[in-house]
């Protein structure tokens, strides 16, 4: 099983990021799984904590991501579920954690290297 879950919501061309306090670096939600529970749960668990206006709709699972990033040496577990239907308050729950959520194009801001790989496997650049 994946250690932690991650949300990927897009919609009209911007894809759903936060912003964490510790480094001002964005990523997708989401967190650690905890014991007994599954990915699904964890990321609907971490999407109440951290943005509880957000309502999810129904969740697909794009890929289960278990490698070595190749930019960071960071070790990658991660369950990522797609969103097609998020709406809602994008109003932060964990202010500790996160300081910002937004709707933002997918390669306007610095993200964290497992959001770069995500991003990138999901939004490739265009050719010019």
Known sequence: MAKSSKLVAAKRGKILLVRRCADGLWMFPGGRRRAQESEKDCVRREIREELPGLKLGR???????????????????????IAKNAKGRLTIGDKKEIDRAVWQKPRAVRLTPTSRYIRDQLFPRKPK
């Open 59 to 81: 969740l697909s699972l794009w890929k289960e991501i278990k490698t070595k990033n190749k930019l960071s040496g960071r070790r990658m577990s991660d369950a990522i579920f």
